[in-house]
């Protein structure tokens, strides 16, 4: 019988956790290069990945994660029911073609660099709901094509402040499934919960700032989480933020602490883990649907698969930057979206 | 309890089927114009929306088509637990900027012109298992701000060739619930049963005849929702795609025909009900997200409310066209998602 409970404004519980049976993770070669480079299921060290364009070769990031999960998990794509996914890019192309191959049923997201918890969202809500058996959530991102389309050509070679962050090169995807795997690997990780953003506008219009923009959208779920499941930060071994780096952490931490919330013990950012900011040249840190997305499927389960962490809220979070709506002197709008991810 | 059913291999049946309980629609002056402009709910009759740019504009369309939804079926946002929602711009600005006042947990979604079949399939999925009471599924287009886009500056005054349909301006949204609307406004219609496209892509590049590109995309749906739930085309009265217009009807029925399937007597197409092609000089017919949006929640609502139709098959349409993509000599790959209305 299924069972799912809404809890408090924005969050729900699922009767029957999903499972994350298999994780995959296609790594840039400066991620690679990086201090969880090890943790890496492929480091590509070619930018284009062999293709043509910037976008082809994010394209294949997606395809490889696709294979390299479903080989993984020892799965046909028959056995996927629905993949769930999006990128960066206008009209997703790098996930629509990249996916396509695998003539999966998509459901086509478009939530930024929170893509990750949306995918994994309504991923587990497919499966705990009854609609599948598994499911792919996955997303990409590529620091060339995401320049190319929100900011300078490469070739130009603008200066970046130091707010600024590094969209990270890399694709990430996990099966989820109604079932736990028999492949022993470690600990089981489940999804038991979700709370879903709302869009969250403080009015910044800088392009540069992503931390800056995004912090609040994670500061309002991370409150609407605790408080719709009436539990204290140190509930987490981590609270794991998508893609704040090192300016946005700040304002996070000042923002729930003013709330009430201290988190400056558990939380940690993917985009201050990717790069070694002192010699990588990376600014703030990483950002990117990819930065989370390829922390998760490497580190975080890695550590989580080893128990050392048993309980981490897992928060990817958005800029829904464009271009378009900048240009015409708008704000940089943001989002983000919560997993809880548990050892069962 | 809960008993939603996977119907063959890319279908779901839902135990408690959601209710559409309440529907709106704001469309452009032309489309007020055009065949079906008495049933809209409102006709703004200036482009810009009283807006400042082409964006905005559509932002506010889906602002109004929120606000209007709500007072309709006396809501409050705070009685919607989730927004699904998207549009064809990059990084779904039209959406973002428009439902951000509204505070209301966002799935952003990109399914190109079949945003609506995508977002209305996953809302159910939602109600039906368990996470939600109620939700709002919303899409917009507007002619604009998507020939901006993707095509030519409209001051360049291009030629259009007559396989071009033409965007329509206008927003849609549904409210759809758990439980029946006690107010009376006609017959009950549900949604029963949802099945999620793949993307098709038979590898055609002409931007200016989508039709043909998604037409193929519409024929796997129809072919693989008919077969998934074993019925013969005689089952609805009414099979409706999103915006083939004329070219793409033609194709669509050829390829069913070839796979076994008549669908001529039974087949509408919003895109060719939209506009008087004759009259109004829209070529091929209406197209954009707007343009299954508006038709479903006036013309398509109303015939069912009165049960002048009782079994409807509606396949919003979408060609996952970009700009980056096409210029650099790609396809425009195709996807269609179905939902089963019905009168109960």
Known sequence: MINNTQVGK????????????????IAGKKE??????????????????????????ESRLQSRAISRVLKKAKLEPTDIR??????????????????????????????????????????????????????IAITSSHFASAEKQFRFPLGYGNQRPLAASWTVTGSGAVVLSKDASDKKKGANVCITGATTGKIIDYGIKDSMNMGACMAPAAADLIFNHLTDFNRKPDYYDK??????????????????????????????????????????????????????????????????????????????????????????????????????????
Request: some cysteine.
């Open 10 to 25: 924005q969050s729900v519980s699922f009767g029957t956790p999903p499972y994350i049976i298999e994780e995959s993770s």
């Open 32 to 57: 690679g290069e990086g201090p969880i480079g090890g943790y890496f299921d492929e480091v590509e060290e070619d930018a284009m990945c062999g293709g043509k364009t910037w976008e082809e070769a």
């Open 82 to 135: 629905y993949l769930l996914g999006g990128d960066l890019l206008g009209q997703l192309i790098a996930t629509s073609f990249g996916i396509e191959t695998f003539e999966i049923p998509l459901f086509g997201l478009y939530g930024a660099c929170s893509t990750m918890g949306e995918s994994m969202s309504l991923g587990s809500m497919l499966i705990a709901g009854g609609y599948a058996d598994k499911v």
């Open 239 to 344: 609270i794991i933020t998508g893609d704040l780096g090192y300016v946005g952490q700040e304002i996070l931490v000042d923002i729930l602490q003013e709330k009430g919330y201290n988190i400056e013990e558990n939380h940690m950012d993917c985009g201050i883990e990717i790069f070694d900011t002192d010699n990588q040249d990376t600014h703030a840190g990483g950002s990117g649907c990819g930065c989370s997305a390829i922390t998760l499927t490497s580190f975080i389960l890695h550590k989580m698969r080893k128990e050392e962490w048993k309980k981490v809220l897992f928060v990817p979070t958005g800029a829904l930057l464009s271009t378009v709506s900048f240009n015409e002197g708008n704000t940089v709008p943001s989002i983000a979206h919560g997993v809880v991810l548990e050892v069962m």
